[in-house]
């Protein structure tokens, strides 16, 4: 099944580095200086990862720069790793470090980690392979470097997740013991502490508890006001809905974090210019969305406002035309249709090939049309969680508008027409109908792939029964 998009842009190396050398915001370099390093050494050591000193090596004119899922979507704060590593410096008072970051976002989190126990080394890694499979080549460089630390030295591998399996972090760890490394001085710098036996991969449940490990559990008072009532995780369903009967489904370790406080709610948006990058565009669908406040601590602020799950009605179909005339207007983008893409992954979730059409315009769109995101109150409707679906790594990305017009009618139940033409009142575009079967099938495949993804990790839960009845009707 393919449910991930990549998130890849490719930049012009010495305009990226401008960037990074403007940015005054302290979060803000450090998370592009990861990038930035990240993507030079992706350059430079595509099969076998060496030595990359940035303030020597000739800099490839083009690099591929990756989004820091953590930062973007997951409230992951560089900090936290900090005081990991402190509380590491202090436990073991280590004499040598030598730091090892995992590419991508390891990049920059290393250099958090070695900056805390001042370390006498420190490079990157890519792991290459399967998924549930990674391993690592180093240079001639890299293994005597690793075997120069070896005598007094400690190992510290860093990095976020682990996810399903843990192969990227085994990778590391399986690489520094097969040059001799001490297991009992290999040190893994994780966001979180996994049940290692829900690995997929044998090897990661075999051999994480092994190693030592430090991690520091997400301090909501630090960065939420205190007293804040956690709704994460689909908590929030108990202030919408009457009973647990008519919950929606929810994926709990995919949505952000979310805290209500004083009539407002907290929700994780981006740190640094991610953050920011989404209050923009809350502020532009004011008319549209709860009214936003601030992004605070990379949390953004939003009013909690009175309101009931919305019914499908007139009025509601109205609203919802008006929006997708906005964000056709206001956020196209002027990228080409990602076609190749949305047809590999029709093929991967459904074994057919379907042509994918060539016209329309991309647009940042909402991504997720779904009936939990649209509220009904004494004033009219709002939408719900408008602000990133286009952009974080799940389908669809920038997309045709006719994705949220068929998806809408997908979720909702009702004839595409009853949408399509209401928003052809609005907006000039003569092939729409044309586009719409191609998109139909696109979200349901789409939609049967991730509802399959959820079922893997949440089984026979209460959210695992809603997704498996979720699948069945995107077969249809």
């Known amino acids: 099944m393919i449910v991930y998009s990549d998130r890849e842009e490719t930049v012009d190396t010495h305009s990226f580095a401008a960037r990074v050398r403007a940015a005054s915001d302290p979060q803000e370099r450090l998370i592009l200086e990861g990038q930035f390093e990240a993507g030079v050494a992706d350059a430079l050591c595509p099969e076998i990862d060496d030595e990359v000193d940035l303030c020597r090596v000739v800099l490839p004119e083009l690099i591929t720069i990756r989004k820091p899922e953590g930062y973007a979507f997951y409230s992951l704060y560089p900090e936290l790793y ?40 420190r490079f990157t890694v890519r792991p290459h392979g399967h998924p549930f499979d990674r391993h690592i080549r180093l240079s001639r460089a890299l293994e005597d470097r690793v075997r120069a630390h070896i005598p007094q030295g400690w190992f510290l591998i860093v990095d976020e997740g682990p996810g399903l399996s843990g192969s990227s972090f085994m990778s590391v760890a399986t690489k520094l013991e097969e040059l001799g490394v001490p297991r009992n001085r290999i040190v893994l710098f994780p966001s979180h502490e996994p049940n290692p036996d829900d690995f997929v991969s044998e090897r990661a449940r075999k051999n994480w508890r092994r190693y030592l490990r430090y991690v520091e559990p997400f301090p909501p008072h630090r960065f939420v006001p205190r007293g804040a009532e956690d709704i ?33 709610m907290w929700k994780f948006a981006g ?3 991610f953050g920011r990058e989404k209050y923009d565009r809350a502020l532009r669908l004011k008319e549209f969305c709860p009214p936003v406040r601030c992004v605070d601590n990379g949390f953004m602020v939003t009013g909690w406002i ?66 939990k995101e649209w509220l009904q109150t004494e004033h009219g409707y709002l939408k719900t969680d408008a602000v990133d679906h286009h952009d974080d790594h799940f389908f669809p990305g920038c997309q045709d508008i006719a994705w949220d017009i068929a998806g809408a009618a997908v979720e909702w139940g009702f004839p595409v027409e009853a949408l399509a033409d209401r928003f052809l009142r609005l907006v000039r575009d003569p092939t729409l109908y044309a586009r719409l079967p191609f998109y139909r099938t696109a979200y349901c495949a789409y939609r049967y792939g991730y509802c399959q993804l959820a079922l893997d990790a949440l089984g026979d839960s209460p959210d695992g029964r809603r997704f498996r009845l979720l699948q069945w009707r995107y077969a249809l």
């Open 82 to 121: 900090r005081d990991a590593a402190l509380r590491f410096l202090r436990e073991h008072t280590p004499r040598f470090c030598l730091v090892i970051g995992i590419r991508s976002i390891g990049a920059s989190l290393s250099r958090v980690v070695a900056e805390a126990v001042h370390a006498t080394s």
């Open 232 to 264: 994460s995780g689909g908590a929030w369903r108990s202030k919408l809905y009457s009973d647990d009967v008519s919950y929606p489904a929810v994926h709990p370790y995919h949505e952000r974090r979310k805290y209500l406080h004083d009539g407002h």
């Open 271 to 273: 740190l640094a210019h």
């Open 306 to 371: 009175p309101a009931q799950p919305a019914t499908l009605t007139d009025g509601l179909l109205d609203a919802m035309a008006r929006y997708l005339a906005f964000l056709r207007a206001e956020f196209a983008t002027g990228q080409d249709i990602p076609a190749e893409a949305l047809q590999d992954m029709i093929e991967a979730n459904t074994a057919r090939r379907v042509e994918a059409p060539l016209e329309g315009v991309v647009v940042a769109v909402d991504g997720r049309m779904l009936p």
